[in-house]
């Protein structure tokens, strides 16, 4: 769950960083809109720390975060989890893909692949 950072946690964070985006580098003015963004996003292992998180500016921030969607979704096709195929078919019910097996022992016996038609052979 994505947690709502208070007025107080925003200005922390503003200040720690002098108010400069940090992707950008530009400063942030008084009636800039800006976002708290993650280094490391959550999904990939990222914390909420305040080490994790800097201030952007809302359009490169947008930028990150189509780039982060794509690295997360990879990210959990790749260990399975979270919608991954292999997690879909576990849900679905298919599992692995059993033989039926083979007979053991014993003569082979000659299916024909289609019925005779002719004169058999004296």
């Known amino acids: 769950m994505r947690k ?37 996003p959550v999904a990939l292992g990222g914390s909420n720390d305040d080490e994790n998180l800097y201030p952007a500016l809302v359009e490169p ?5 189509k780039t982060d969607v794509a690295r997360i979704a990879k990210a959990k096709r790749q260990s399975g989890i979270e919608g991954g ?8 019910g298919h599992g692995l893909i059993q033989s039926r097996g ?8 000659k299916i024909p692949s289609r ?3 002719g004169k058999p052979n004296d």
């Open 85 to 92: 195929q292999a997690a879909r078919r576990a849900k679905r």
């Open 61 to 65: 921030h947008a930028v990150k975060t």
């Open 102 to 109: 083979f007979p053991v022992g014993g003569p082979k016996q």
């Open 4 to 40: 709502s950072f208070s007025k107080k946690d925003r200005a922390r964070i503003f200040s720690a960083h002098g108010g400069i985006c940090g992707l950008s580098g530009v400063k942030i003015k008084p009636d800039d809109k800006w976002h708290i963004e993650h280094r490391v």
């Open 115 to 117: 019925p005779f038609r």
